[in-house]
């Protein structure tokens, strides 16, 4: 019998965040029950049924790392951070594809609504249609993230350029697309500190 397809987590946790106020502190630094944005998501990340955890980090990462110390996970540093989103997508892609897998499930870690269940939602979706088509979160038919790309899309990734993420790559992959709807949860990023305030967060001053 044959396995089922496999799903590693990309967590995006490398922007510089340029919506937030420059005083209100680091986005993915905001406390969120009980600590930094980020760690809760690598958490939420771990506590699905995937089969690793990768977390691309680029502006400011040495408080990034600070924030997911002791997790058993793998960080991937993006130095070319700066040109878009597209590169941290191709680095963590890379790096998920190197480790054996079939899916790779892209989480913007500033998406505080997104839980492990609505995770393995996405995977079981993946694993029914044997690796071979794209997930994607939905809102009453809007579509959102995060989203499973499987590996054949991988040179597709890697040729993506600018301030493009996986949107684009839907668009025009010309796979099957298959929608799972998970509330407001996919459309809901908090990008700004009135955001996190009303996701429930805390936002935290840098020092």
């Given at each position: ?62 408080d990034i790392r600070e924030a997911l110390t002791g997790l ?15 590169s941290s997508l191709a680095a963590g892609f890379a790096a ?55 590996r054949s899309l991988n040179d597709s990734v890697l040729r ?48």
């Amino acid at each position: 019998m044959r396995a089922k397809p496999n799903v590693s987590i990309v967590v995006l946790a490398a922007g510089a965040a340029t919506r937030m106020s420059s005083n209100s502190g680091h986005k993915l630094l905001a406390m969120f029950d009980g600590m930094p944005l980020v760690r809760r998501s690598a958490l939420i990340a771990k506590a699905s049924t995937a089969l690793s955890v990768i977390v691309v980090v680029g502006h400011r990462q040495d408080d990034i790392r600070e924030a997911l110390t002791g997790l058993s996970l793998h960080v991937v540093p993006n130095p070319d951070y700066r040109v878009g989103i597209s590169s941290s997508l191709a680095a963590g892609f890379a790096a998920a594809v190197a480790e054996g897998a079939d899916g790779v499930l892209i989480l913007l870690a500033d998406m505080p609504g997104v839980s492990a269940n609505n995770l393995d939602q996405l995977i079981d979706a993946f694993q029914v249609a044997n690796g071979a088509s794209i997930v994607c979160a939905v809102s009453q038919g809007n579509r959102g993230n995060p989203v499973i790309l499987p590996r054949s899309l991988n040179d597709s990734v890697l040729r993506l350029r600018g301030d493009i993420g996986a949107r684009d790559l839907i668009r025009t992959s010309g796979l099957q697309v298959i929608e799972v709807e998970m509330g407001t949860a996919a459309l809901t990023d908090v990008d700004t500190a009135e955001a996190i305030v009303a996701a429930g967060g805390i936002p935290v001053e840098d020092r």
